[in-house]
């Protein structure tokens, strides 16, 4: 999740590399409902990264490059929790993941 989303971690790996993401939040749906200890952040976004191999071996390219996008949930509950829930779609294939490939992250963290 705190990578290029539609791909597993280790899918493309660089000496050097550019990370961005592009996200659009929209407000949170059951704010008027008067729950106080639930929130609900829906989201879409955009991930690229460029990655870039000082000395490749023979036969891997020097550069690559690979995107996702996808919509997720981030949100809290009974106050000291947090989670996030993402739909990511690989844009780019690569050597184990298709284009179009889907994946679904589930992160939740407890702040004490």
Known sequence: MEN?????????????????T???SFP???QKTGLKNFSLVPFVFYDIA???TIDPQA???STSTIDGTGAGIRGSFMTNFEYEVDW???MQPTARIPRD???????VKANL
């Open 22 to 24: 592009v996200e659009l």
């Open 4 to 20: 290029v989303r539609g791909y597993l971690e280790s899918e493309a790996l660089g000496d050097n590399a550019v990370h961005g």
């Open 59 to 61: 036969g891997q390219n």
């Open 101 to 107: 490939d889907e994946r679904i992250y589930f992160k």
């Open 28 to 30: 949170d749906p059951l």
């Open 50 to 52: 460029y990655l870039k």
């Open 88 to 90: 990511a779609v690989a």
